[in-house]
T-cell receptor, first 109, second 113 residues
């Protein structure tokens, strides 16, 4: 069965501190992993997709198949990073995502 | 170009009624997926349509149904509404061949009283 686990409901950091939002997945096939972000009163937006290996807004994520993890990292958090972050698992050829429960990131000045 | 458009934005319905939600995908996108978002269960996949055919379905009761029209617009219907159906319903569209350009709409917030 496909499953995504985000162990932290809330992560609170100060501006300029490093951030790591954890994501672990369970999937027997070849996974496609995504990070989505939802800012207050805005729609769900794609932040990162593991196959693109891009860095968006300073965030990066590396797929670790051995640890079945896809943690989201940023070296220096900004107040505008405060939002809800969802890790999601997709499988090639199927237009379906399995989401984690989300982590609320709060960056304080 | 226009994004994914969902109508209406808000709905209040009474238990036992039925409701129809609409989703207009990005121009050129042929796949439309639907999700339910609740505080308790998070984001859960309902179903996906491509070229008017349902290709994938989540674990929801038969009261939840959908369809897609030839212009790729999609509707989802919930019959015999229950209080627990109160949620934000999101749709996402893509070209359909892979997850490229998978884009979400702003959602329809359904409240069942």
């Amino acid at each position: 069965a496909q499953r995504v686990t985000q162990p932290e409901k809330l992560l609170s950091v100060f501006k300029g501190a490093p951030v790591e939002l954890k994501c672990n997945y369970s999937y027997s096939g070849s996974p496609e992993l995504f990070w989505y972000v939802q800012y207050s009163r805005q729609r769900l937006q794609l932040l990162l997709r593991h196959i693109s290996r891009e860095s968006i807004k300073g965030f990066t994520a590396d797929l670790n198949k051995g640890e079945t993890s896809f943690h989201l990292k940023k070296p220096f958090a900004q107040e505008e990073d405060s939002a809800m972050y969802y890790c999601a698992l997709g499988n090639t050829g199927f237009q379906k995502l399995v989401f984690g429960t989300g982590t609320r990131l709060l960056v304080s000045p | 170009k226009a994004g994914v458009t969902q109508t209406p934005r808000y709905l209040i319905k009474t238990r036992g009624q039925q409701v129809t939600l609409s989703c207009s995908p990005i121009s050129g996108h042929r796949s439309v997926s639907w999700y339910q978002q609740t505080p308790g269960q998070g984001l859960q996949f309902l179903f996906e349509y491509f070229s008017e055919t349902q290709r994938n379905k989540g674990n929801f009761p038969g009261r939840f149904s959908g369809r897609q029209f030839s212009n790729s617009r999609s509707e989802m219907n919930v019959s015999t509404l229950e209080l627990g159906d109160s949620a934000l319903y999101l749709c996402a569209s893509s070209a359909g061949d892979n997850m490229d350009g998978y884009t979400f709409g702003s959602g329809t917030r359904l409240t069942v009283v």
